[in-house]
């Protein structure tokens, strides 16, 4: 494999961390607070919605780091 495949892959598993992080961060709260259970559609929401946002970040962010640690 070549270094960009090694950024790639290491691209993505970083965000898909920061994704679940960050989703279980707001999902906690609401679990705990009865404002939807495991397994339901809330949940699912959670995660729909803070997996868009990462996504849309690490697009974004995508081409900056690559010209950084890529040169």
């Given amino acids: 494999m070549k270094k960009e495949d090694w950024f790639g892959v290491a691209y993505v598993s970083i965000w898909v961390i920061i994704w679940g992080t960050f989703g279980s961060l707001i999902d906690y709260p609401l679990l705990i607070n009865n404002i939807y259970e495991a397994s339901s559609l809330g949940q699912l929401t959670t995660f729909l919605v803070t997996a868009i946002i990462s996504i849309t970040i690490a697009?974004?962010?995508?081409s900056f780091f690559s010209k950084k640690l890529l040169k």
């Fill in 59 to 62: 697009v974004a962010l995508f």
